[in-house]
């Protein structure tokens, strides 16, 4: 459990780019993908599940070259091994086995432990079990089962931001064209059963007793540019200057995140071959 003294010393970013970006209806900016009798639309919040027949999963309606990609979500309380709740970036439908992706996931957990919110980043990933992610997963200083919170993604054509609560837990910056995702991307959201990994490395399965596993999502916000905007269009800049980067008060929130709550990173892991990951 997260100790008390931990959680309550949580630094304030200082900026709360959430309220700079309009919340969208659901049917403004999405359409159900797949799993449609596993959804429900309900005064502005979705609510998607996965039981023994299927999950359920959305698809934003059109391509974005980069932007801020969020919604509040809330997570299903008790034993959700294997189930992966998750709002993510990626152009795999329209680039099979080449696509490009930035994940939020939710890890399904034991009862007796937190979740885990892993980050990812493809390049140009591969479609046979090869793909380099590039992974850092976090526990929370709150549990995401016990209400609604927002988590959001910035990219633009210099770095990608992931927030929570508008507190900033990572950035990936573009040090290379062919480490950093530059084609457009949809915007994406799921549950799903991913037993063979999600849950420490597949240890525990997704067990259908406790079906049906639910996830839920309201205030959507996607903000930035098309795939067919004008080139002047700007992505809204994570910062309060409005330039690339972070403040340093956003800078000392996300370390105080990385110090007290990153549990892997990818570039940390001595297992992996990291001539395919350059950046670290």
């Not at 997260?2 to 970006?21: E, F, H, M």
């Not at 591969?126 to 380099?132: E, K, L, M, Q």
């Not at 639910?214 to 930035?224: A, R, S």
């Amino acid at each position: 459990m997260i100790s008390s003294s931990i959680s309550q010393g949580i630094p304030s970013p200082g900026y709360n780019l959430s309220s700079k970006i309009s919340t969208v209806g659901f049917e403004q900016v999405f359409r159900t993908l797949w799993g449609p009798q596993h959804q429900n639309l309900d005064h502005g919040a979705l609510t998607i599940w996965l039981d023994s027949s299927s999950g359920s999963g959305f698809k934003s309606l059109y391509p974005y070259r980069s932007g801020y990609f969020g919604a509040a979500i809330k997570l299903q309380p008790g034993y959700t091994a294997g189930v992966i709740t998750s709002f993510y970036l990626s152009n795999n439908e329209e680039l099979p086995g080449n696509h490009d992706e930035i994940d939020i996931e939710f890890l399904g957990t034991t009862p007796d432990k937190p979740y885990t919110l892993q980050t990812n980043v493809y390049i140009r990933g591969s479609g046979d079990g090869t793909i380099i992610g590039r992974e850092k997963q976090f526990h929370l200083w709150f549990d995401p089962a016990q209400d609604f919170h927002n988590y959001a993604i910035v990219w633009n054509p210099t770095e990608i931001i992931f927030l929570v609560d508008d507190v900033p837990i990572r950035m990936y910056q573009r040090k290379s064209d062919a480490t950093f995702p530059l084609r457009p991307m949809w915007a994406y959201g799921s549950i799903w059963d991913a037993s063979s990994w999600a849950t420490e490395g597949g240890k525990y399965k997704a067990d259908y007793k406790y079906q049906p596993f639910i996830g839920k999502y309201k205030n959507f916000k996607l903000g930035g540019c098309k795939s067919d905007s004008p080139t002047s269009c700007q992505p809204p800049s994570a910062s309060p200057s409005g330039v690339s980067g972070l403040s340093q008060q956003q800078y000392s929130a996300m370390e105080w995140v990385q110090r007290n709550y990153l549990v892997y990173d990818y570039c940390h892991d001595s297992k992996r071959d990291h001539t395919q990951t350059p950046e670290c």
